[in-house]
């Protein structure tokens, strides 16, 4: 059941194709997401990775009524910017 909703709560917020850097727990009312994210040198990650816990947390939560418990982000790379 959980990865129906996982399933479903992704193509709610118009990501098709994060499936491999996505993961959605449903345990009971609860959700749990684990996102993997690249980030361009000299990003303040801290900061993004706030924003991103609070967009997903309040996307999540409005779509689907459930409570976000946890929103963990792991930075897997750093990209040069671009010229």
Known sequence: MAGDISG????R???????????V?????????????N?????????????IQDKVKLAIENMTGLEVIEV????IGIQRAKV
């Open 72 to 75: 963990n982000v792991k930075v």
């Open 8 to 11: 479903d709560i992704i193509s």
């Open 13 to 23: 917020l118009g990501m098709k194709r994060l499936v491999k850097g996505v993961k």
């Open 39 to 51: 980030v361009f040198y000299d990003t303040n990650i801290p900061s993004v990775s706030q924003k």
């Open 25 to 37: 727990e449903v345990i009971e009312n609860h959700v749990i997401v684990d996102v993997a994210v």
